[in-house]
């Protein structure tokens, strides 16, 4: 069975870091392009990160040179360092499996992990 | 970035009713128009892919269709458990974006 679950959440202070981390089973991250989605409070979807099975990555413009996605193929672990955090970084953080050959969609997605930036 | 917008913003149905909700894409995005379903607390919940392909698992009364730059979610007979918020999302082009999401709520 497929499951991904997030971890690392919680309060920091603007400027602050934190790292994420979401564990799957069921298959392997590695062999998958795996995202990063947030949704602020009370409001829609938005897409932060993705790393590609070859291991690019590629970044939303409003995280682009604070967050940092990565894996750990053995512990079959994604990640996402965000530093510099601001207010408008709060929000549910979901990790998603990316699926599809032409049209591609998130089939499995996490619980979400709540990062709250605040002073 | 390609601009998703959904109507209506919100809707109030009752059980049986059938439901539609539309996604408009800024610019024509193919059939790269995916649907989920999210319900308070929980994570998204693949329903529709491209355009009109039913996820594995998920009940054949939700139906999409659409090419280009419109599309529809249909709910054929609401059911209790349906009750959620409903977003789209386009992978036609970087970055992916999504719509700002339909709630549909008990009448």
């Known amino acids: 069975e497929v499951q991904l679950v997030e971890s690392g959440g919680g309060l920091v202070q603007p400027g602050g870091s934190l790292r994420l981390s979401c564990a799957a089973s069921g298959f392997t991250v590695s062999s998958n392009y795996m995202s990063w989605v947030r949704q602020a409070p009370g409001k829609g979807l938005e897409w932060v990160s993705v790393?590609?099975?070859?291991?690019?990555?590629y970044y939303a413009d409003s995280v682009k040179g604070r967050f940092t996605v990565s894996r750990h193929d053995s512990k079959n672990t994604l990640y996402l360092q965000m530093n510099s955090l601001r207010v408008e970084d709060t929000a549910v953080y979901y990790c998603?499996?990316?699926?599809?050959?032409?049209?591609?969609?998130?089939?499995?997605w996490g619980q979400g992990t709540l990062v709250t930036v605040s002073s | 970035d390609i601009q998703m917008t959904q109507s209506p913003s919100s809707l109030s149905a009752s059980v049986g009713d059938r439901v539609t909700i539309t996604c408009r894409a800024s610019q024509s995005i193919s059939s790269h128009l995916n649907w989920y379903q999210q319900k308070p607390g929980r994570a998204p919940k693949l329903l529709i892919y491209?355009?009109?392909s039913l996820q594995s698992g998920v009940p054949s009364r939700f139906s999409g269709s659409g090419y280009g730059t419109d599309f529809t979610l249909t709910i054929s007979s609401l059911q209790p458990e349906d009750f959620a918020t409903y977003s789209c999302q386009q992978t036609y082009s970087f970055p992916q974006t999504f719509g700002q999401g339909t709630r549909l709520e008990i009448k």
């Open positions: 998603a499996r990316e699926r599809g050959g032409t049209v591609t969609h998130f089939d499995y």
């Open positions: 790393i590609y099975s070859g291991g690019n990555t």
């Open positions: 491209a355009a009109s």
